[in-house]
Nanobody, 119 residues
Framework: QVHLVESGGGLVQPGGSLRLSCAASGRIFSIDRMGWYRQGPGKQRDLVAVVTSGGSTNYADSVKGRFTISRDNAKGTVALQMNSLKPEDTAVYYC?????????????WGQGTQVTVSS
């Protein structure tokens, strides 16, 4: 019922920038925590950044100072601005959201979007 769709991935050179977006749709009462995770080749899925409904943010040490997460509660979207990209940032990036529906709370995931940083 709840659907998260990521966009904005692609190929970028080291030092470049990308902006990922994620939109939530469905019968949603409210969205609590929203965030981004990533999974590189042969690696586990790790937290990149999260933002709470109150605006508090948390970043992985590897992206601090380079990535910025933001959300638009009215639109039900979350974005990840990625600057100074490095080859090690190459991964599939997944949108995650803790969503309150009319009768339950669900932990939803998007399908993922590929980010490749290479020269």
């Amino acid at each position: 019922q709840v659907h998260l769709v990521e966009s904005g991935g692609g190929l970028v050179q080291p030092g470049g920038s990308l902006r990922l977006s994620c939109a939530a749709s469905g019968r949603i009462f409210s969205i609590d925590r929203m965030g981004w995770y990533r999974q590189g080749p042969g690696k586990q899925r790790d937290l990149v950044a999260v933002v709470t409904s109150g605006g508090s943010t948390n970043y992985a040490d590897s992206v601090k100072g380079r990535f910025t997460i933001s959300r638009d509660n009215a639109k039900g979207t979350v974005a990840l601005q990625m600057n100074s990209l490095k080859p090690e940032d190459t991964a599939v990036y997944y949108c995650n959201a803790e969503i309150r529906m009319t009768t339950r709370t669900v932990d939803s995931w998007g399908q993922g979007t590929q980010v490749t940083v290479s020269s």
